[in-house]
């Protein structure tokens, strides 16, 4: 089973998100119905809102851009070791699997741009940074199709809800 942390950091802007958790863990499962690879994981994922500040610095580590972007992703999925000998259970808390940042100030002013509410924006990009996650990518043509018609879907089955 997926579990969604959701941490609000201290450095985030006034324009931090005020949206209530259940839409974001509605999301993933939304998601965990029509993403076959993910169906039977355990463990965390966590969405960090962060500042411009803390994002830019994080693009830049990790895709040496050196400015602020809108959603980043990190899966962990082929880092988590096995899981031990069912002789020997260890109590240990499910893994992280993945972390998602989502920069508030960039969310707010992508809503304005594309007449969206905040709201509206931050749930998108959510999907966006899970569809990252879960393997999905827009290096090509074909492969921006196929993680749009994705999204399309579980959009559509998330407001059928």
């Known amino acids: 089973m997926l ?31 029509l993403v076959p690879k993910i169906k039977n994981l355990n463990g965390t994922i966590e969405l960090n809102f962060i500042s411009k500040t ?10 040496k851009i050196d400015k602020p972007t809108d959603v980043l992703s990190f899966s962990y999925f082929e880092e988590i070791p096995a899981p031990p000998s069912p002789k020997k259970p260890t109590p240990t808390p499910p893994p992280i699997l993945a972390e998602i940042f989502i920069c508030t100030e960039v969310a707010k002013t992508q809503s304005l741009q594309h007449a969206n509410s905040l709201t509206q924006e931050l749930l998108t990009l959510f999907t966006h940074g899970l569809l990252h996650i879960f393997g999905y990518t827009h290096d090509t043509d074909g492969q921006e199709k196929e993680m749009q018609e994705m999204a399309d879907k579980l959009v559509a089955k998330f407001n059928s809800l």
């Not at 450095?11 to 998601?31: H, M, V």
């Not at 803390?54 to 895709?63: A, G, L, P, V, Y």
């Open 54 to 63: 803390e994002m830019q610095r994080i693009n830049k580590t990790f895709r």
């Open 3 to 33: 579990k969604l942390e959701i941490k609000n950091h201290k450095t985030t802007s006034p324009a931090s998100p005020k949206i209530s958790p259940l839409k974001f863990n509605k999301i993933l499962k939304t998601a965990q119905t």
